[in-house]
């Protein structure tokens, strides 16, 4: 069974990717799974992550390199024995260091293991904050790297880019840099599927830390069932939108260069929009998909921001989602999270 791990900072585009890349590989014939670890209580990309014939894992509310090990153990022991799969990739959360979860994976002995290079993504557009706000966090991420994926070149300036390069050769002079945008497919993207075939590097084990600490991130993730079946997806993404904002708008009164990840999707009948905002300059991206299916109408929100307090976090996810709501008139049921690990067997529900 071959390990892929892919890191990288909170926004840095490792879903995306990894959804790329799983599908690559599930067309070539192989036994695809994949991992995927949500910092926050409440797993919010479910339904985007849903590709016909691999069977998915989420774990929630915490990092699989420090807090969450028993956890993940339990998830790939599950997985070799049910499942079989030939590959398994791993999307820790932002606030995780990769090589640690590699060395805790190396630990459980699960037979026949073999371990891709470990790629740590990092959003071109933003580095210059990442390096500002935490430093000592985001270069761990980069000397842990055996592939440095220096992504979303399409929205990137060569001058970033350029920029990006020379520090990652300066903190990492071992990686393999490649540059591309994952959601375009555009750069080295294809070098990267074809580099993630080879033997990960050994090494010294690092030194333990706790990676959630060191991030200076506070994250809060909650999940309301909507009371509506009107909510029709124009109006829905006008809302989302609107919520989005607002909650930008104060994350930058409290810390003007935060960085991180706010998302919040929206499960509405037939139709599933997610709106995605990675820091304090970028503009919020959104994404629509047709479901074949109608679901219970629900929406799920995460923010996981640096350097502002816990509590203000929890207050403004909270307040601007039931009040905006509240506003249109359109009811919120809260629903109970979820701390334990949650299994998600995908179905065609999506075209990726």
């Known amino acids: 069974m071959k390990v892929i791990i892919i890191g990288g900072f909170l926004g840095s585009g490792k879903t995306t990717t990894l959804l790329k890349l799983g599908k690559y590989l599930n067309d070539k014939g192989e036994k695809i ?12 990309d ?10 998915t894992r989420e774990i929630t509310n915490g990092c699989i390199c420090c807090t969450l090990k028993i956890d993940m153990e339990q998830a790939l022991d599950s997985l070799a024995e049910e499942y079989g799969p030939d590959t398994v990739i791993i999307e820790p959360t932002g606030v995780a260091f990769p090589r640690q979860i590699k060395e805790e994976i190396e630990l459980m002995k699960i037979a026949e293991m073999e371990f891709s290079p470990i790629i740590n993504l990092i959003d071109g557009s933003r580095f210059d904050l990442e390096i500002e706000q935490i430093p000592k966090f985001i270069k761990t991420q980069i000397e842990d790297a055996d592939i440095l994926g220096i992504n979303k070149i399409d929205i990137a300036t060569d001058e970033q880019i350029s920029k990006v390069k020379a520090l990652l050769q300066h903190y ?3 990686a393999k840099i490649l540059e591309f945008s994952a959601k375009e497919n555009a750069g080295n993207f294809e070098e990267l599927i074809e580099t993630i075939g080879g033997e990960g590097k050994q090494r010294d084990h690092s030194t333990k830390q706790n990676s959630i600490a060191e991030s200076n991130v506070s994250s809060h993730a909650i999940e309301f069932a909507i009371e509506s079946n009107d909510l029709e997806i124009k109006k829905g993404h006008k809302l989302a939108n609107e919520i989005v904002d607002s909650i930008h708008s104060q994350f930058i009164q409290l810390n003007p260069d935060f960085i991180g990840h706010i998302k919040m999707s929206m499960d509405l009948p037939e139709t599933f929009l997610k709106i995605s905002l990675t820091s304090s300059t970028n503009k919020p991206e959104i994404e629509i998909f047709e479901r074949e299916n109608a679901a219970n109408p629900k929406v799920r929100a995460l923010a996981a921001v640096t350097n502002i307090r816990q509590d203000d976090v929890v207050k403004i996810l909270e307040n601007t989602i039931e009040e905006m709501f509240a506003e249109t008139g359109i009811d919120l049921q809260r629903l109970q999270q979820h701390t334990d690990t949650k299994n998600i067997i995908n179905l065609c529900d999506i075209s990726i």
């Open 33 to 44: 799974a994949i991992i995927v670890n949500e910092i926050g209580e409440i797993g919010v």
């Open 46 to 55: 479910g339904t985007t992550l849903d590709i016909e014939g691999v069977e």
């Open 172 to 174: 990492n002079t071992d």
